[in-house]
């Protein structure tokens, strides 16, 4: 991947504003859902308007703006108008309620907020009961809608002489990017400018190198997720068209959008990945040529069936990386063996280490946590007790994420460290019985947690989503496990059959909510 650097007196603006320019004749954004498309200089035009209306009023550098909704074409306008007024941007998950929303503005206190309609009253009721002074505003058209906004505050400068704002990038954070992850708990990481720019440009013109700017982008992303960030910059910089859908979570949209758009690129949830494949043949896969599965570990056999419905010369791998590593921090290469995440970037800093000891790994095959020394990722936004868990002394960050690296320096993803189960003496990777029990045709999916014995410490407890039609026994799948695996590894705590795995919004699964249906389940 390119070195590209960042000037010290650049911010991700001037970076947008020179490309939005540039590639003024390309498309910029589809919506697939009702077909409507806009080019690069409409995009900017409508950008430019509103970074000058927020100025009319009063905003000023280093003034937060939220932004949720669906994938529609006016929902990144508010992003790159922030951009180009130095405004920390935060995304809101499009699913969430009252509470979610009152405790990531808790945490953030939005100076501006961007919303679908039907959200406007819980967006103003959240602020409202915080004490914050929100400006709220509606996609769209009507009262307190975008275009009423722009339409009480132009100003008759002309287009091209319009100028990103200067700030001290050092103070202020370029995006606060929520991390909920599976527990529950509402983090959002900070990022300072130069880091985080440096990562999207160096992607952006190695998107150039492989010759696929210009082309089409598929963006399945909500806009809370760190792929969202970066693709809707990323695409900019490359001059690529993002397509999308202001109706979410549709597999029919979204398998219609494939065959008529033909992307190149795409990064996908394992759940996404298997619902194509569930239907792969209605859709035509053959027309990516980078497809990174993302998000969760997938399994061998649908990455396999993956690469079967692609061309052979396409690149189809599992993405490690995390938020806060602003996305993959792994590269995956033609020669990655099935089940890698890849190999190491040449200029991240990073390494293996004991969970307990913290002493470095260097054998290969020897499962450790990754450890990354990353300057983009500078805290928890206004959670100094989280950020202070998460960082080591000598500035390493924490992933909580174990990984081995085999002899060719190939790492492979194992299991998240809290996701251990200890029994007695022993650490139990959840995900070793559950590639056991995968084994089974009649499990459609599996996820194994621990539970609470006051003897033992924690009991596995095996949770399936049989298959239709399935007549696997909770007593077969309890034989199948202790057949393959050491006796301590045994399913002490049961077996649990549900109709389906609570999942996040970013598709992984919920283990609080999985841990609460257990404990009011009927387990043998």
């Given at each position: 991947?390119?070195?590209?650097?960042?000037?010290?007196?650049?911010?991700?603006?001037?970076?947008?504003?020179?490309?939005?320019?540039?590639?003024?004749?390309?498309?910029?954004?589809?919506?697939?859902?009702?077909?409507?498309?806009?080019?690069?200089?409409?995009?900017?035009?409508?950008?430019?308007?509103?970074?000058?209306?927020?100025?009319?009023?009063?905003?000023?550098?280093?003034?937060?703006?939220?932004?949720?909704?669906?994938?529609?074409?006016?929902?990144?306008?508010?992003?790159?108008?922030?951009?180009?007024?130095?405004?920390?941007?935060?995304?809101?998950?499009?699913?969430?309620?009252?509470?979610?929303?009152?405790?990531?503005?808790?945490?953030?206190?939005?100076?501006?907020?961007?919303?679908?309609?039907?959200?406007?009253?819980?967006?103003?009721?959240?602020?409202?009961?915080?004490?914050?002074?929100?400006?709220?505003?509606?996609?769209?058209?009507?009262?307190?809608?975008?275009?009423?906004?722009?339409?009480?505050?132009?100003?008759?400068?002309?287009?091209?002489?319009?100028?990103?704002?200067?700030?001290?990038?050092?103070?202020?954070?370029?995006?606060?990017?929520?991390?909920?992850?599976?527990?529950?708990?509402?983090?959002?990481?900070?990022?300072?400018?130069?880091?985080?720019?440096?990562?999207?440009?160096?992607?952006?013109?190695?998107?150039?190198?492989?010759?696929?700017?210009?082309?089409?982008?598929?963006?399945?992303?909500?806009?809370?997720?760190?792929?969202?960030?970066?693709?809707?910059?990323?695409?900019?910089?490359?001059?690529?068209?993002?397509?999308?859908?202001?109706?979410?979570?549709?597999?029919?949209?979204?398998?219609?959008?494939?065959?008529?758009?033909?992307?190149?690129i795409s990064a996908m949830s394992p759940a996404?990945?298997?619902?194509?494949?569930?239907?792969?043949?209605?859709?035509?896969?053959?027309?990516?040529?980078?497809?990174?599965?993302?998000?969760?570990?997938?399994?061998?056999?649908?990455?396999?069936?993956?690469?079967?419905?692609?061309?052979?010369?396409?690149?189809?791998?599992?993405?490690?990386?995390?938020?806060?590593?602003?996305?993959?921090?792994?590269?995956?290469?033609?020669?990655?063996?099935?089940?890698?995440?890849?190999?190491?970037?040449?200029?991240?800093?990073?390494?293996?280490?004991?969970?307990?000891?913290?002493?470095?790994?260097?054998?290969?095959?020897?499962?450790?946590?990754?450890?990354?020394?990353?300057?983009?990722?500078?805290?928890?936004?206004?959670?100094?007790?989280?950020?202070?868990?998460v960082f080591r002394p000598d500035g390493f960050?924490?992933?909580?994420?174990?990984?081995?690296?085999?002899?060719?320096?190939?790492?492979?993803?194992?299991?998240?460290?809290?996701?251990?189960?200890?029994?007695?003496?022993?650490?139990?990777?959840?995900?070793?019985?559950?590639?056991?029990?995968?084994?089974?045709?009649?499990?459609?999916?599996?996820?194994?947690?621990?539970?609470?014995?006051?003897?033992?410490?924690?009991?596995?407890?095996?949770?399936?989503?049989?298959?239709?039609?399935?007549?696997?026994?909770?007593?077969?799948?309890?034989?199948?496990?202790?057949?393959?695996?050491?006796?301590?590894?045994?399913?002490?705590?049961?077996?649990?059959?549900?109709?389906?795995?609570?999942?996040?919004?970013?598709?992984?699964?919920?283990?609080?909510?999985?841990?609460?249906?257990?404990?009011?389940?009927?387990?043998?």
């Amino acid at each position: 991947m390119s070195e590209a650097k960042v000037r010290p007196d650049c911010h991700l603006g001037h970076i947008l504003l020179k490309h939005m320019r540039e590639h003024s004749e390309k498309l910029c954004q589809i919506d697939g859902a009702t077909g409507e498309q806009e080019t690069f200089q409409s995009a900017l035009s409508r950008s430019i308007a509103l970074a000058k209306a927020f100025r009319e009023v009063g905003f000023k550098s280093g003034d937060i703006l939220a932004f949720g909704g669906q994938n529609n074409l006016d929902l990144h306008i508010p992003f790159y108008a922030a951009i180009f007024n130095g405004y920390p941007v935060v995304g809101v998950d499009p699913y969430y309620k009252y509470d979610e929303i009152r405790k990531l503005f808790e945490i953030t206190s939005p100076k501006i907020a961007f919303c679908e309609r039907e959200s406007y009253s819980t967006y103003v009721n959240a602020c409202h009961d915080l004490g914050l002074d929100t400006k709220v505003i509606i996609f769209g058209r009507g009262v307190n809608s975008l275009q009423e906004f722009l339409d009480a505050n132009k100003d008759d400068e002309p287009e091209e002489k319009f100028m990103v704002a200067e700030f001290d990038t050092d103070a202020i954070y370029q995006f606060l990017i929520c991390t909920s992850g599976t527990t529950g708990s509402v983090k959002v990481a900070a990022f300072h400018h130069q880091p985080a720019t440096t990562w999207i440009t160096q992607h952006a013109y190695g998107s150039r190198a492989l010759q696929l700017d210009g082309r089409v982008v598929l963006n399945v992303s909500p806009v809370n997720w760190i792929s969202s960030y970066f693709i809707s910059t990323v695409a900019i910089i490359a001059g690529q068209c993002q397509l999308q859908s202001s109706i979410l979570d549709n597999i029919d949209i979204i398998i219609d959008m494939i065959n008529k758009y033909k992307p190149v690129i795409s990064a996908m949830s394992p759940a996404l990945v298997t619902s194509l494949l569930k239907r792969k043949n209605e859709v035509n896969l053959t027309c990516f040529r980078v497809l990174a599965v993302a998000g969760a570990k997938a399994r061998p056999e649908t990455m396999i069936e993956l690469r079967s419905c692609m061309n052979k010369e396409a690149l189809a791998a599992e993405s490690y990386g995390s938020t806060e590593t602003v996305g993959s921090i792994v590269r995956v290469t033609p020669d990655t063996p099935l089940g890698s995440c890849g190999i190491a970037y040449a200029n991240r800093v990073m390494k293996l280490v004991d969970p307990e000891t913290e002493e470095e790994i260097t054998e290969a095959n020897v499962p450790g946590e990754l450890i990354v020394k990353d300057p983009g990722f500078t805290e928890y936004y206004n959670d100094p007790e989280e950020t202070a868990k998460v960082f080591r002394p000598d500035g390493f960050f924490k992933t909580g994420d174990l990984l081995y690296r085999d002899e060719n320096n190939f790492y492979f993803y194992v299991d998240r460290i809290k996701t251990l189960i200890k029994y007695r003496n022993f650490h139990i990777q959840p995900s070793e019985l559950e590639d056991v029990i995968k084994a089974n045709q009649d499990v459609s999916d599996v996820c194994v947690i621990g539970v609470d014995n006051p003897e033992d410490g924690q009991h596995p407890v095996a949770c399936i989503v049989p298959r239709d039609g399935a007549t696997v026994t909770r007593q077969e799948i309890k034989q199948l496990v202790s057949g393959k695996l050491s006796k301590q590894k045994e399913l002490r705590g049961g077996v649990v059959f549900l109709k389906e795995l609570p999942r996040t919004s970013t598709g992984k699964i919920a283990r609080k909510k999985l841990l609460e249906l257990v404990l009011n389940s009927k387990r043998e």
